[in-house]
């Protein structure tokens, strides 16, 4: 299941939407096609009769177990907007994190030998707030996750300079002779008399 694309702000543009490492369904997958063997073999070679109803309950637990897991796989997002960092899952009762970019600190990812060869591992997050410290487990490529982030952190941060910088550009201060121009256009428009324009142009004139 795709993040929702209308829990995105107006501005926000949605980067990475990352379900977990297929590993995730490791152990109920594993479990499933070891009861669903046992369950073939009894069935062709007529074990004892209470065994296979062992064996058949297992094959349920099992099945019951690898949908459950899956569902929960399917329903769990991990999202980098240029904005910030989102975490959601669960189909009924959802939970979820959401960590503004600008307040990130430090992002790190942890791998074992085996979590490498497969490519997976724990992404952790260290932010301003209440929140501290996130640890996110079965992440897909860990380090090109990080390196995205860090990515995304440094493109809100460019943006917002740019702004600032736009909004200064915006709110440069006229010169003197351009504010003596628009009180002349007031006195021609009659809403200063020409006492009021020679004491406003001399008040100008001196602070040169």
Partial sequence: MTFPRHLLTDDEDLVL?????????AQAGSLLAVAVL??????????????????G??????LAWFAITYVRWTTTNFVVTN??????????????????LDRINTVFFNQSLFERMIGAGDLGIESAGEGGRQT??????????????????EGLENRRLQRLGQAAAG??????PEQIEKLDQLRRQGVLSDAEFEAKKRELLDRM
Avoid: C, M
Wanted: aromatic residues 10%.
């Fill in 17 to 25: 939407d990352l379900r977990p490492h297929w590993w995730f369904l």
């Fill in 38 to 55: 046992l369950g073939v073999a009894a069935l062709v070679q007529s074990w004892w009769r209470p065994v296979e109803f062992v064996i």
């Fill in 57 to 62: 309950i297992l094959v349920l637990v099992a």
């Fill in 83 to 100: 904005e910030r960092v989102i975490s959601r899952r669960g189909v009924v009762a959802k939970t979820g994190i959401e960590i503004p």
């Fill in 136 to 153: 996110f487990t079965d992440i897909r490529r860990p380090s090109i996750v990080q390196n995205e982030i860090y990515r995304q952190v």
């Fill in 171 to 176: 709110s440069r201060v006229e010169s003197i």
